[in-house]
């Protein structure tokens, strides 16, 4: 089996079939489509039901409900871990693919075995009716350049969404042995490719990502501080798994270990200000300012490390 494509639902009934139909369309044959419903309160899963007999596809595409609604992380992972296919492609409830998409991807995965996870480029677009393309800076080329992430430290922080992956079934096994639960699957592999050298982009459109107004996370729903805590606590355990998947791997001698030394040292000393109120630890942070996003991040941590939320 090689092409397997799971589908975290939850309330999609208004987007679902133009996904389904994209699927569907695709010119490369999707061997298993795996769907985990999250508890949904709409008609989601009768709407995928009735298209799959419909379209008399019960023999590959399959929906399951959950009994309790475990979280869109926790589903995820259950999909990886219940997926057959050689390649593994994660889809959202409410985009639309090129219909190219497993075709390039996957011709690009055979002719290069190093590759664990190749991810692509995107357009994104707003709910709205009329689906005006949004603003976007590198996410739409289109010239099927390949480009492999080998700077950890800008590797870090993921530029393309779990839907544009295909994850070879290899890592399977990091799931297995080293997923925590708050942890995005995207996220998730994204770091650990880039770690053992094997994260590329492969620039070309193969989605249209819907993007919504207001959509927010549990963790948005969060104070600030409260937020900014749980990011930095996330990162930290972030760092101590990909520390004990390098000593697995043996990656210690090589380059790219010493960008993620100089990350784990950034991520334990921004625990140290939320968590121990180490205050001092914000001047060392200096010599770390290279590990943020931006220098504006810098600035918002000493910002906190000072307020009055932080006794």
């Known amino acids: 089996m090689d092409v397997s494509v799971i589908l975290s639902t939850y309330n999609g009934e208004k987007y679902i079939v133009a996904l389904l139909d994209s699927l569907l369309n695709q010119s490369y044959k999707i061997d298993e489509l795996l769907i985990s419903d999250d508890c949904s309160n709409d008609r989601t899963v009768k709407i995928v039901l009735d298209y799959i007999r419909i379209h008399n596809l019960e023999n590959s595409w399959q929906i399951k409900a959950n009994k309790k609604n475990l979280g869109w992380k926790v589903n995820f992972r259950n999909l990886f871990l219940a997926a057959n296919g050689k390649y593994i492609f994660p889809c959202d409830q409410d985009d639309i693919w090129e219909s190219d998409k497993i075709e390039s991807m996957i011709s690009v995965m055979e002719k290069h075995e190093e590759i664990q996870v190749l991810a692509t480029n995107y357009i994104a677009f707003s709910q709205d009716?009329?689906?005006?393309?949004?603003?976007?800076?590198?996410?739409?080329?289109?010239?099927?350049?390949?480009?492999?992430?080998?700077?950890?430290?800008?590797?870090?922080?993921?530029?393309?969404?779990?839907?544009?992956?295909?994850?070879?079934?290899?890592?399977?096994?990091?799931?297995?042995?080293?997923?925590?639960?708050?942890?995005?699957?995207?996220?998730?592999?994204?770091?650990?490719?880039?770690?053992?050298?094997?994260?590329?982009?492969?620039?070309?459109?193969?989605?249209?990502?819907?993007?919504?107004?207001?959509?927010?996370?549990?963790?948005?729903?969060?104070?600030?501080?409260?937020?900014?805590?749980?990011?930095?606590?996330?990162?930290?355990?972030?760092?101590?798994?990909?520390?004990?998947?390098?000593?697995?791997?043996?990656?210690?001698?090589?380059?790219?270990?010493?960008e993620f030394l100089k990350m784990d040292k950034w991520a334990k000393l921004r625990m140290g200000i939320f968590f121990d109120k180490k205050r001092s630890n914000i001047l060392k942070l200096l010599f770390y300012i290279d590990c943020y996003q931006d220098r504006f991040s810098y600035f918002k941590d000493v910002f906190y490390t000072f307020s009055g939320e932080n006794k």
């Open 129 to 258: 009716g009329d689906e005006k393309e949004l603003n976007q800076k590198n996410n739409t080329l289109d010239d099927f350049s390949l480009i492999k992430i080998s700077d950890f430290k800008k590797g870090f922080y993921i530029t393309r969404p779990g839907c544009v992956f295909c994850v070879r079934r290899d890592m399977k096994y990091y799931i297995e042995v080293y997923f925590f639960d708050d942890c995005p699957h995207d996220a998730f592999f994204w770091r650990i490719a880039c770690l053992t050298g094997e994260l590329f982009v492969l620039n070309h459109v193969t989605i249209r990502y819907r993007r919504h107004n207001g959509t927010v996370t549990g963790n948005d729903k969060k104070p600030n501080f409260e937020r900014k805590k749980y990011i930095v606590h996330y990162y930290n355990e972030t760092m101590d798994m990909l520390k004990k998947i390098s000593i697995d791997r043996n990656i210690e001698g090589e380059n790219v270990y010493s």
